[in-house]
């Protein structure tokens, strides 16, 4: 190759430092950034949307659509006007929740510490496979197999023995019945399980090496080094349970299959319920008439959206933070 | 012999920190000029200048003049794509594309600018492994990946990768310090080779490297141009009391 | 102790377990030829199948993908090459609000920003779950874009290649297994979903008849089969199509895990 000359070739019209053209990266940019906000205009819609679909029902009750606690899309009095209030919904769903995290916190440590703590490694890898899995699971599937295979389950071997041995708390009292509140809690916990359990794993393996050898070098047990990893991570977990928080909130069909659907304010776990989801989930598609009873679900899904967000947000915001701290104190 | 490329009041900065200090010279063309100094002397951040690549890092700037044949590659309607087509760079760990093949890799240059003819493709592309002395190494297997050979002849192949568009100028940032003394002897005796039908510019921390291979040398300190001569002077004649300090090992 | 620890996690895999072994063994009783090809009979009613739930799924999880997967693939690509801008950060943000959004709320924008307008059909539930889809994909892509070394970038950069190109070209290719990956498992995810289709598709017997039509889909056949009082007609349907759809979200599932697997050595 002789290129003691600016040799012509095939390049060549390349091989004049030539004008800035008009830039195709800019052009890039603008078309790439106009299609990742794509989020504002979807979350901005949505909000506008629900709310606006809401509106109907927020003029007529008001703030006591929150603690109104009847449902009466075609009152039995031709002349009274239909009535809808949340406080069941609202309760529904938080007891749900609740009992959700009772169950499944507890369960979902004691897997990521299994994993990060005390297990081989190849048999990490197995076991995550199939926990993950379990969050793979249609929604729908799990309350099928709810109905048919767990509630038989629960009704025959578990609840009677609970209202013998706790009955002679409120909670677990009165008519026991397979679709209840106390099923879709548990429900719930196993659904919970497979994203505690993952995020609280990460949170534990972020926990330096340091810390472990330290303790250990001091004496303690296997047990005690996990207690120390779960303090150390304690903020983490504290998020990873909030996300769990906010998955048992939104979740729809499993509970709806599972938790009876009937609008009161239940004081017996054995009673069944509604939450925030499953009523819009059950009456939807059947809410024709009157206008105000579609606005009115479209409220509870408000009310539902703006739960989920604040759960959310504020348990991404812990984990951060906490992240953040573990990397900062591994420096020293 | 004419100067390929003029460097006039060269300064250049990271953000407030300032990386270059007004360097000045004259880079003939086809030789093999050689650029040495200590760790964080600036010598890496000389030729990203040359090639436009400084200022791909975010908070990156320069003042100064660079000529390549009297024009100034930092001019105002300057697009520093054309830049680097005529300046190409070899870096310091080879790096060839993993997803393609010894054939696509030494072909990405021009494929990605446009360049479809089959034919023209296998020309250039067995011109520029013969003329990377790797041709007969890999003739028959085109097709393999480019991350399965070795790292002497994953850096021929990078050196064959630039060529291929047919630059003038050869940036090499540290060309053979991530490879074995075999193999690097190989790269060393490739850019004597070069350097009769292209401008060379190395960098180097080996200064052993520097004193085989170039013809002309350039001792950056802190930033600042030292000294600059026929290598046969810098190493045997220093001017500067800091060049001869540093060619002795003293430090660095 | 740690007893107690891996009690748990016997007790998290015993309803996994029961799930898939219940599934499978009364789906595969219920499976037939006419299963898959035949039209929905109504609820109680013997013989036929849920063959339009199945096509159903398909052609709404396709459009879906359609809608979805380039927005969210380039939205991706922005988060990863434009990480400092201002409007990244806050994009990156709402895309993770987006991602915990209740599917039922979803399903309710579904109604009203397109049932609304016309009508029970495929358009709506196709659209709910590309927004369901998108900020999933869009984070998978931008975490894969992020992986592709800064040596690749600059190689195509100094060989005179503009920056966009090297992004469409170069980096692309090399992410190109994340990204797939990532797409993947949002099509397992978004093809089990039943809420945003309640409220969007309502349902059908029959074979898909419009993009303005209803339509059947495999998760909402499940749950109408679920809700029958004819229980010994409908719910071998349920359990056939549950396996059905099992068989399809977890091979997908299993198939990414198995491509991504590190090797422990």
Redesign the interface.
């Known amino acids: 190759?002789?290129?003691?000359k600016?040799?012509p070739?095939?390049?060549s019209k390349?091989?004049?430092?030539?004008?800035?053209?008009l830039s195709?990266?800019s052009?890039?940019?603008t078309?790439?950034?106009l299609?990742?906000?794509?989020?504002?205009l979807?979350?901005g819609?949505?909000i506008f949307?629900?709310v606006?679909?809401s509106w109907l029902s927020i003029q007529t009750y008001g703030i006591n659509f929150l603690w109104g606690t009847t449902w009466q899309p075609f009152p039995p009095n031709p002349n009274a006007p239909p009535s809808f209030g949340a406080l069941p919904l609202i309760w529904g769903t938080l007891i749900t929740s609740s009992i959700a995290l009772f169950l499944g916190v507890?369960?979902?440590?004691?897997?990521s510490?299994?994993l990060s703590?005390?297990a081989p490694?190849?048999f990490n890898?197995v076991?995550s496979?199939?926990?993950?899995?379990?969050a793979?699971?249609?929604?729908?599937?799990?309350?099928?197999?709810g109905?048919?295979?767990?509630i038989p389950f629960l009704q025959n071997n578990v609840y009677p023995q609970l209202q013998t041995v706790l009955g002679f708390l409120p909670f677990f009292q009165g008519t026991i019945r397979g679709s209840s509140v106390l099923t879709g809690g548990i429900i719930l916990a196993?659904m919970i399980?497979p994203t505690v359990?993952a995020i609280s794993r990460d949170v534990f393996a972020a926990v330096p090496n340091s810390q472990r050898e330290a303790i250990i070098a001091l004496g303690a047990?296997?047990?005690e080094k996990?207690r120390i990893v779960m303090s150390y991570g304690r903020s983490g977990v504290i998020g990873a349970i909030m996300l769990g928080l906010?998955r048992a909130?939104?979740?729809?069909?499993a509970v709806t299959?599972v938790i009876g659907n009937s609008f009161n304010m239940f004081t017996s776990l054995f009673e069944p319920s509604s939450t925030l989801?499953s009523i819009?989930?059950n009456e939807?598609?059947e809410a024709s008439s009157p206008p105000v009873y579609i606005s009115a679900l479209?409220e509870v899904?408000l009310i539902?959206?703006a739960l989920?967000?604040v759960v959310?947000?504020s348990a991404?915001l812990i984990i951060w933070r906490s992240t953040r701290n573990v990397k900062e104190v591994e420096m020293f | 012999m004419s100067y390929k490329i003029e460097i006039q009041s060269l300064s250049a900065w990271f953000g407030s920190k300032q990386v270059l200090q007004d360097i000045t010279m004259k880079i003939k063309e086809n030789v093999v000029t050689a650029i040495i100094g200590p760790s964080g002397c600036g010598k890496t951040t000389l030729i990203r200048c040359l090639n436009r690549m400084h200022e791909l890092t975010p908070r990156a700037k320069i003042t100064g003049r660079v000529l390549l044949d009297r024009e100034d590659i930092y001019g105002e309607n300057v697009d520093p794509v054309t830049v680097r087509r005529r300046i190409g760079m070899v870096f310091q760990k080879p790096n060839p594309f993993p997803m393609m093949s010894i054939y696509d890799n030494t072909a990405a240059g021009l494929k990605l600018n446009g360049v479809a003819d089959k034919h023209k493709l296998d020309e250039i592309v067995e011109k520029s492994l013969r003329a990377a002395h790797l041709w007969d190494e890999v003739k028959l297997e085109l097709g393999k990946s480019g991350a399965s050979l070795s790292g002497g002849q994953q850096q021929r192949l990078c050196i064959a990768r630039a060529l291929a568009i047919e630059p003038e100028v050869i940036l090499m940032d540290e060309p053979t310090s991530a490879l074995d003394p075999t193999a690097a002897a190989k790269i060393e005796q490739l850019i004597r080779v070069l350097a009769e039908d292209y401008t060379v510019i190395i960098v180097t921390h080996n200064m052993q490297q520097a004193a085989r291979v170039s013809d002309f040398t350039a001792f950056l300190y802190l930033g600042r141009l030292v000294e600059y001569g026929s290598t046969k002077d810098i190493f045997e004649n220093p001017r500067s009391e800091l060049t001869e300090k540093y060619i002795t090992g003293e430090f660095g | 102790m740690t007893l107690l620890a891996y009690a748990a996690l016997i007790i998290a895999l015993i309803p996994l377990a029961s799930i898939l072994i219940e599934t499978i063994s009364r789906g595969l009783s219920a499976m037939s030829f006419s299963l898959l090809f035949e039209e929905i009979p109504p609820l109680g009613q013997l013989g036929g199948g849920i063959g339009p739930a199945i096509e159903g799924t398909l052609i709404i999880v396709a459009l879906a993908s359609i809608i979805g997967i380039p927005i969210g693939v380039f939205s991706g690509i922005y988060l990863a090459e434009f990480r400092q801008s201002h409007i990244a950060s806050v994009a990156r943000f709402l895309n993770d609000v987006l991602t915990n959004v209740p599917s039922i709320v979803l399903g309710i924008f579904g109604w009203a920003l397109i049932v609304v307008v016309i009508g029970w059909s495929v358009i709506a539930g196709a659209v709910a779950l590309a927004i369901m889809m998108i900020p999933i994909v869009t984070r998978t892509t931008e975490e894969a874009i992020k992986l592709v070394p800064m040596t690749i970038r600059e190689a195509a950069i100094a060989l005179g290649v503009p920056r966009w190109k090297t992004t469409l070209t170069v980096v692309l290719s090399s992410a190109k297994k994340g990204i797939a990956t990532g797409i993947l498992l949002a099509v397992a995810r978004i093809s089990g979903e039943t809420a945003p289709l309640l409220l969007t598709i309502l349902g059908s017997r029959f074979w898909f008849s419009g993009f303005t039509q209803p339509t059947a889909a495999l998760p909402l056949a499940i749950f109408n089969f679920s809700q029958s009082p004819f229980r010994t007609v409908d719910l071998p349907r349920a359990w056939g199509a549950s396996l059905i759809l099992i068989f399809i979200v977890l091979t997908i599932n299993i198939i990414v895990r198995y491509a991504t697997r590190e090797k422990y050595g």
């Open positions: 190759m002789n290129t003691h600016k040799h070739s095939f390049l390349l091989n004049t430092i030539s004008k800035k053209r195709g990266d052009a890039f940019k078309i790439v950034m299609i990742a906000c794509n989020i504002f979807i979350l819609l949505m949307k629900i606006q679909s507890p369960i979902s440590l004691g897997i510490l299994a703590e005390f490694k190849s890898y076991i496979f199939f926990v993950e899995l379990l793979a699971i249609p929604s729908v599937i799990y309350g099928l197999w109905i048919l295979v767990l196993i399980i359990s047990t296997r047990w996990a906010g909130v939104g979740e729809t069909m299959m989801a819009v989930a939807f598609t479209m899904g539902l959206f989920a967000i959310n947000a991404r």
